[in-house]
């Protein structure tokens, strides 16, 4: 998947006032594991100084491991856990996370 989002409209704008069309770019890639698993890598930039970072920078790297659950036919819960990891800012998260599907 690739993804590019840039700010058009709201405040988004710059030390003078102009509007800075902040962006973010995002590429990911889904791998089918065994076991259903799914292991999702994916980097995060952002090409030109914005709201993400004062020049382009690499924001973040992360790599995501993801399950559905069945519990019958018709209900599933979808587990999620993900590693990112922002080195422009020195940071790292981890996130879980846990849905309903029917």
């Known amino acids: 998947t690739l993804s ?3 700010m058009f409209a709201g405040g988004d704008d710059n030390k003078d006032g102009d509007r800075a069309y902040s962006t973010y770019i995002n590429a990911s890639y ?4 065994p076991a259903e698993i799914t292991l999702t890598p994916s980097v995060g930039f952002t090409p030109w100084k914005g709201m993400y970072h004062h020049k382009a920078a690499f924001t973040d790297v992360s790599l995501k491991v993801s ?13 999620s856990v993900q590693a990112i990891v922002s080195p422009v800012y020195d940071r790292t998260y981890l996130v879980a996370g846990i849905g309903i599907g029917f």
């Open 30 to 33: 889904n791998i089918a594991c």
């Open 67 to 79: 399950k559905e659950v069945s519990l019958s036919n018709h209900l599933t819960i979808p587990l």
């Open 4 to 6: 590019w989002s840039t």
